[in-house]
């Protein structure tokens, strides 16, 4: 037991050395075997000449691919500024994790995504395209939260996201009077998408 609690706080203190652009830790185990798992974590893709982000590489990933990975971290609370599973993850820090885990940099903050110029009317919105909104002050018309769009034939538009509200981390929500209320804009990045 005193090497399974030696174990928990080396890896802590690996996470906690770390920063978006370096490796996170990922710490599983049952009774007394702990396993610890490098979570590559990609730099944001490069900007663009006028300093912005305007387009990620997909590579062969798919949108059900992405939207799969994506259910399984379902349940997963809330944590300002992480993307670390273990601890939590905020809005951008969930999605991250989920493009990362395909080997797909992203920008890092909600922000960066209102520059990627691929922008498509929300009648048209596919799964797998990210849906951007203000922070909680929908006064303030910068985009500040985000999730990525589940589109089903016949239903509702829904978005999994990690939100601070009510389900306090990783879930689904349909596209309800608060969050029209608080919609910027969708973006595609998948180009199967355009299809």
């Known amino acids: 037991m005193?090497?399974?609690?030696?174990?928990?706080?080396?890896?802590g203190f690996i996470y906690s050395c770390s920063d978006a652009r370096k490796p996170t830790y990922v710490i599983t185990g049952k009774?007394?075997?702990v396993t610890v798992a490098k979570q590559d974590t990609l730099p944001p893709p490069e900007p663009d000449s006028a300093g912005l982000f305007t387009k990620i590489n997909t590579g062969s990933t798919t949108p059900e691919q992405l939207l799969s990975f994506a259910h399984t971290l379902k349940g997963?609370?809330?944590?300002?500024?992480?993307?670390?599973?273990t601890?939590?993850?905020?809005?951008?820090?969930?999605?991250?994790?989920v493009f990362n885990h395909f080997k797909i940099a992203v920008p890092?903050?909600?922000?960066?995504?209102?520059?990627?110029?691929?922008?498509?009317?929300?009648n048209y919105a596919k799964t797998g395209d990210l849906i951007l909104f203000t922070g909680t002050d929908s006064t303030v018309r910068e985009v500040g939260h985000m999730g990525i769009v589940i589109?089903?034939?016949?239903?509702?538009?829904?978005?999994?996201h990690s939100t601070s509200g009510k389900a306090d981390g990783?879930?689904?929500?349909?596209?309800?009077s608060y969050y029209q209320g608080r919609y910027v804009k969708t973006v595609r990045i998948f180009p199967q998408n355009d299809k």
């Open 31 to 33: 009774g007394d075997t």
């Open 108 to 122: 890092r903050r909600s922000v960066d995504f209102t520059y990627i110029n691929h922008t498509v009317d929300l």
């Open 76 to 85: 997963i609370p809330y944590k300002y500024a992480s993307i670390d599973p």
């Open 151 to 160: 589109k089903s034939p016949g239903k509702e538009l829904t978005f999994i």
């Open 87 to 97: 601890q939590g993850f905020d809005c951008s820090g969930f999605i991250t994790y």
């Open 170 to 176: 990783v879930t689904e929500t349909p596209f309800n």
């Open 2 to 11: 005193r090497y399974l609690t030696i174990l928990f706080a080396l890896a």
